[in-house]
């Protein structure tokens, strides 16, 4: 496999290991506003890469359909928030702030649970870029090389507050750095192992492009809406998540654009 294709993997997971890493060097827990930003800016980002990396390309790949060139991407997306829908009914997990854990019950502890809702949100995220990696290496023009690196880029830059936010909270709430820190890289393990597999079973994606392209946009665009939006506006009203939620937008649409 070419070595561009690990480092589009591996970047991703990078960008979680390394927020992950911050229980080491910074004390207490995150502030709310903090993790409002954070929250805010990792769902502009997602929203972006949705669109510019995977619907439009999606739409492209599908151009002889014609004036029903939507057709494909409507019925990937729609097959995508299905998915994620059925996962996050059937896989136990617990979101930051909620007391009540979703999913099938569960005699799983709190931390597990904790890393599992975000395993849950990154897998769509590798999926995506497994998917793209998968266009590039079939040789669609649709899918450039530099435009698969940008979405890998986007990803591994929303993925670093993300670390931070599953690590600080455990390790505020008693847990020991080493051991936030492991979870924290956990959860992010997923995404390169859902790019790879994804990239294994490239046989069965690339005559499908266009509808796993919006598969993955659904599944992103079903956290967004269900998590990251929620996370991002609880409590006393605040205008800073829909700020960096502007700001992680701008940022991976220009990444997509410039290097696409």
């Known amino acids: 496999m070419p070595v ?5 993997l591996l970047l991703p997971f990078a960008g979680t290991s390394l927020g992950s ?3 080491f060097f910074m004390r207490g827990s995150l502030s709310e506003r903090v993790q409002r930003a954070l929250t805010g800016f990792a769902a502009g980002v997602m929203v ?5 990396s995977l619907l439009i390309p999606a739409m492209e790949e599908a151009a002889d359909w014609g004036n029903l060139a939507f057709l494909p991407a409507a019925i990937g997306f729609w097959i995508g928030v299905l998915f994620l829908l ?10 930051q702030h909620s007391a009540e854990p979703e999913g099938v019950k569960s005699s799983l502890d709190r931390s597990t649970m904790l890393t599992l809702a975000v395993a849950l949100h990154n897998l769509p995220e590798g999926m995506a870029v497994g998917v793209v990696y998968a266009g590039w290496l079939a040789g669609k023009t649709e899918i450039s ?5 940008a979405l890998s880029l986007g990803i591994a830059v929303q993925n670093f507050p993300e670390g931070a936010i599953i690590s600080m909270p455990l390790r505020s709430q008693g847990m020991s750095r080493g051991k936030a820190f492991g979870f924290g890289v956990l959860s992010g393990a997923v995404e390169p192992l859902g790019a790879l597999l994804t990239i294994l079973l490239a046989s069965v994606f690339v005559p ?20 990251l939006i929620p996370e991002m506006s609880e409590g006393r009203h605040s205008n800073i998540g829909t700020i960096f939620f502007a700001v992680g937008f701008s940022v991976m649409m220009a990444l997509d654009v410039a290097l696409g």
């Open 48 to 52: 972006a890469a949705s669109i510019w």
């Open 4 to 8: 561009e294709i690990w480092k589009g």
């Open 21 to 23: 890493a911050c229980v």
């Open 86 to 95: 059925a996962l996050d009914r059937l896989v136990p997990h617990l979101h």
């Open 145 to 149: 090389l530099a435009g698969a690196l």
């Open 208 to 227: 499908l492009l266009p509808y796993a392209l919006s598969f993955a946009a659904g599944a992103m665009l079903y956290v967004v809406v269900e998590e």
